[in-house]
């Protein structure tokens, strides 16, 4: 009976060890994913400023409505990547 009493002790620490070593790879690799919105937030910036070059380029008497929407699509696209850092950080530290 003592034999196992000890081993179930030892399993347990190990288990314990385990759960906390499980629980940290998760947490980076949820770190990890969130952090891949920000590839999409660059991707959306660029095409956002490609957009405003090619819809300038056919009507350059629209240059500053067509400014003022790619600021606007500029802010939103940024926005969503900065939710995906916060999450990112979130996960990793709270």
Request: glycine share 12%; hydrophobic share 50%; with cysteine.
């Amino acid at each position: 009976m003592d034999n196992i009493t000890k081993l179930t002790v030892v399993y347990s620490k190990y288990l314990e060890t385990l759960n906390t070593t499980t629980l940290s790879s998760a947490r980076f690799i949820g770190a990890g994913n969130a952090s891949a919105g920000l590839g999409g937030a660059g991707l959306g910036i660029g095409v956002v400023f490609g957009c405003l070059l090619n819809a300038y380029s056919r009507n350059p008497n629209l240059k500053r409505e067509l400014f003022a929407y790619a600021i606007l699509g500029f802010a939103l696209t940024e926005a969503m990547g900065l939710f995906c850092l916060m999450m990112a950080f979130i996960i990793l530290f709270i």
